[in-house]
Nanobody
């Protein structure tokens, strides 16, 4: 059973920083893309940032220059460093990863449980 555990959310003032972590456990052979998404009240879930197994990153325009995604393959963990936070960054943040249970096998997608990030003015 593959599980994702997210941590690091909370309440922060505008201009502050938070670091989110998402650790995967279970019989994972390899992980392809890892990503962070967010969903604000009344809005659709949107991609915040993603990182491939080779380290290629992709960011939403709204967070470029403020957020940094990284991963530790040895720990099956993905991080999101969020700086210069704004009230509009307030949302539930979800991690997502594509993983395999066997070499040559298909990839599965897994979502974390979500962690609340609230940025006050």
């Amino acid at each position: 059973q593959v599980q994702l555990v997210e941590s690091g959310g909370g309440l922060v003032q505008a201009g502050g920083s938070l670091r989110l972590s998402c650790a995967a456990s279970g019989p994972i052979i390899s992980i392809n893309t890892m990503g962070w998404y967010r969903q604000a009240p009344g809005k659709q879930r949107e991609l915040v940032a993603s990182i491939t197994s080779g380290g290629t990153t992709n960011y939403a325009d709204s967070v470029k220059g403020r957020f940094t995604i990284s991963r530790d393959n040895a720990k099956n963990t993905v991080y999101l460093q969020m700086n210069s936070l704004r009230p509009e960054d307030t949302a539930v943040y979800y991690c997502n990863l594509d993983y395999r249970l066997a070499y040559g096998g298909r990839y599965y997608s897994k979502w974390g449980q979500g962690t609340q990030v609230t940025v006050s003015t």
